[in-house]
């Protein structure tokens, strides 16, 4: 693979790290060398024998990372609404995905990855409920680790065979990686979460599971109450907290990425901190519910890395972490934008398990780039231009990943695994 030079009116490499005129050498798909001015990018050229690619007046900045998606729901778009309890939602979210057939999921795990490339994302944490993303994804550019999601609803008949589709061997790529996903502490029984733990443990695979989305779903586990009960006949209450029942298991470690936790135990922040675990918050799906404020700072504050997610269609308007971010300052006046976008790139890659190698500019990473075009004057600063790019007013020009272009506005398709996109590093 050749060689790339690229250079822009601002490179930020990372939240805090920005570079005006400077540039960034690919080479074999990855980043060679982050060149902090004009100057350093043309004695680049000169040594290095590699031609310019002037972006004008962009901003290079590294591809967002979508730390929790459900690609296979795309085409639950428009169907289902917020304004219910937790547990019809299930209800309707159950019905509607049951009509769809394998070809719509599918279809719907493409044109979520075109929309999440189109504007700017370029890695994703999929949670493959359905089985259909590893074969629709096989030759679309998007960076992705795919979660198998696995639940037996505290039904023996059901564990068996969901440890066995889970643990079916994965054909990885240099853009695709296995993870695990017990879906929840009160969908998944004790006996098939020690065992996705263990699995998980045992072939270094990263796991991800949904956690404290709901005071109905806390109601159930410590009390055995609430809407709940209907809907898991089969299944025992623990009479003890999702996050008792998830570190009993084994599967409270680093390794671990825990989705929502809107309303934790006293004491559950600190746990987790000293885990290492990650937790990825999805303000959209919040939106969609109506939901209290959640207590970002308080995460921030007590060490957890925190990360962003667009969930998926089934509780959310769009795929756009532009989006996410600019809710996310909407409902947080605090944050500060280095700390938000830090949400969606840096911190999303580290929950990932991708730390070094995504959501950031650095020699060794992942040329996975998006440039930004933004109205107004050019020659906006770095702090201006780190506020509109977090509050959704960016342009899509371009995107690279592994440093092959893979479209910018108006030039995207949808890929297939008959495409002849790019599937190498």
Known sequence: MGATLLKARWIFAGARRSHAGGGVLVVGGRVARVLENSRAVARCARSSGVRIRELEDCVLAPGFVDAHVHLDLTGLSGRLGGNRTFAGWIRSLLRERSRLSKRALAHGVLAGADRLLLSGTTCVGDIDSSGVSENALHRHPVRAVIYREALDAGDPGRAAAALARTSRPFAR???????????????????????????????????????????????WLER????????????????????????????????????????????????IARAGAALVHCPGTHLFFGREPFPVRRWLDAGVTVALGTDGLSSNADLDMRREMALLRQAHRDLDPETVFDLA??????????????????PGAFADLCAHRFGGSPARGSVEVLDALTTGCSSVAAVWIAGRPVGGAGEFRQWTSESTGPDAE
């Open 345 to 362: 790139t840096r911190a999303g890659a580290r929950a990932l398990g991708l730390a070094g190698r995504a959501g950031e500019i650095v």
């Open 173 to 219: 790529s240099t853009r695709r990686s296995p993870g695990v996903s017990p879906h929840a502490p009160y969908t998944v029984s004790g006996e098939l979460l020690a065992s996705l733990s263990e699995l998980s443990r045992r072939r270094r695979w990263p796991a991800c599971i949904h956690w404290a989305e709901t005071r109905e779903e806390v109601a």
């Open 224 to 271: 055995a109450e609430g809407p709940l009960r209907g809907l898991l006949r089969a299944s025992r209450s623990p009479r003890t907290s999702g996050l008792d029942v998830i570190e009993a298991a084994g599967l409270l470690r680093p390794s671990l990425t825990l989705v929502h936790g809107n309303h934790p135990s006293r004491g559950d922040l600190s746990r």
